[in-house]
């Protein structure tokens, strides 16, 4: 280290970077000082900065020794160019104009905190994360104002003109963003189901479920073709993109709708012609919820709407989502006191860590205010 480069390390606070340019620093050379540096090399420098005019030096021991230094704060833009280091109040004014640059383009509100947050951080003379990374800011933009269903590789070319860049380097600290901020994720969801929310789709996105169904659906020359899930009592899958290309068109004898969360549940059920079985892997994506919403509107006014879900936050959450996202008429299946009683005894609980307790307390449905209320009644009881 340079004696120069120390006098900026010692100068360069938040005050100073914020807007403190005029007066006088005396910083004591320290034994530290003189490790950093080195004593010989040390008094050599000095002299020579004392000689520019950019320091004054109180010499001690005729010329052997150094109490203090004295400098303007006026001369330290130009201490930063002889030392060949990046002036940082450019550094934070670069950053505070690409942080506004990107708020004002940016349609979602609900991102816009975070913006504030970083232009806060910027104003107390902090240079905060992300700020050099513009592609980040990019990419978060594009995904919060996306009003499109695209793949996420065709995402990643149209934004960066590389369809793997996305993927490989932002897809982590955007989702840690849309989790903080958007206001369309829901607590618990996956990775691939919160940028779902967003139009951006992976794909693993698929409609699994076992009845009666008809979907109308285009052929390999865009011919559109009825299939029926009477021809699949197994169970049918609808991938991501037929899920886009495809619309439910029947529900011939139906009466019921069942959600089933869990896999090994859904799998068990057997073929009904009056029942359409559907799996929910979790949180259905917004294409997931255009379609089954159309096959609601197919379904008689007679039809029930039920959804089962494990009994914990998890599922409680889900159900909640499935009511006021999917199936307005939606109740619980399997989701009673006497079912958690019995799961409980049969040993298919875990544990409900203190935080996770205090979120379900928090959670307004009133349909499963029972449920709630036993795992609160099991912990007072031990």
């Known amino acids: 280290m340079t004696l120069l480069e120390w006098i900026l390390k010692q100068n360069n606070t938040p005050g100073w970077r914020t807007g403190v340019s005029s007066g006088e620093r005396h910083p004591q050379i320290t034994q530290e000082a003189i490790e950093a540096v080195g004593k010989r090399e040390l008094l050599e420098q000095a002299a020579v900065l004392e000689g520019s005019g950019l320091i004054a030096v109180d010499w001690r021991e005729m010329r052997n020794d150094i109490a203090r230094i004295h400098y303007r704060l006026e001369d330290v833009g130009r201490m930063y160019e002889m030392a060949g280091i990046p002036d940082p109040r450019e550094a934070l004014a670069r950053a505070g104009s690409l ?3 990107y708020r004002a383009c940016l349609e979602n509100e609900d991102f816009k905190p975070f913006y504030d947050k970083l232009l806060e951080q910027i104003g107390k003379g902090s240079l905060p994360e992300y700020v050099e990374n513009e592609d980040f800011f990019r990419a978060l933009n594009a995904v919060a104002d996306n009003r499109e269903s695209l793949w996420e590789t065709q995402f990643s070319a149209r934004v960066f003109g590389n369809a793997k860049y996305f993927g490989k380097n932002l897809r982590k600290p955007v989702l840690r963003k849309l989790c903080r901020y958007g206001s369309a994720v829901e607590d618990g969801m996956e990775e691939d189901e919160v940028f779902a929310e967003y139009g951006i789709m ?22 559109r073709r009825l299939a029926s899930g009477e021809n699949f009592p197994l169970g049918m899958v609808l991938n991501a993109r037929t899920l886009a290309a495809a619309s439910p068109v029947g529900l011939p004898g139906v009466r019921r709708m069942i959600t089933i969360e869990n896999k090994a549940n859904y799998e068990s059920m057997e073929y009904s012609g009056d029942t359409l079985y559907i799996y929910c892997h979790g949180f259905f994506s917004p294409k997931e919820r255009r379609f089954l919403r159309r096959a609601e509107e197919l379904a ?18 889900i159900f ?16 009673d006191a006497g079912s958690f009683e019995r799961y409980r005894l049969a040993g298919a609980g875990i544990p409900l860590e203190e935080k996770k307790r205090q979120k379900l307390l928090a959670l307004d449905v009133p349909e499963l205010e029972g449920v709630k209320s036993l795992y609160f009644t099991i912990r007072a009881g031990n």
Not at 202 to 223: A, H, I, M, N
């Open 300 to 317: 008689g006014p007679e039809t029930e709407f039920l959804h089962w879900s494990d009994m914990d936050y998890g599922g409680i959450r």
């Open 99 to 101: 942080v506004r640059q």
């Open 320 to 335: 909640r989502f499935m009511k006021e996202k999917v199936f307005a008429r939606v109740k619980p299946f399997h989701m």
């Open 202 to 223: 992976s794909y693993s996105q698929q409609l699994e479920c076992k009845g009666p169904l008809l979907v109308d659906t285009p052929d390999r020359e865009g011919k």
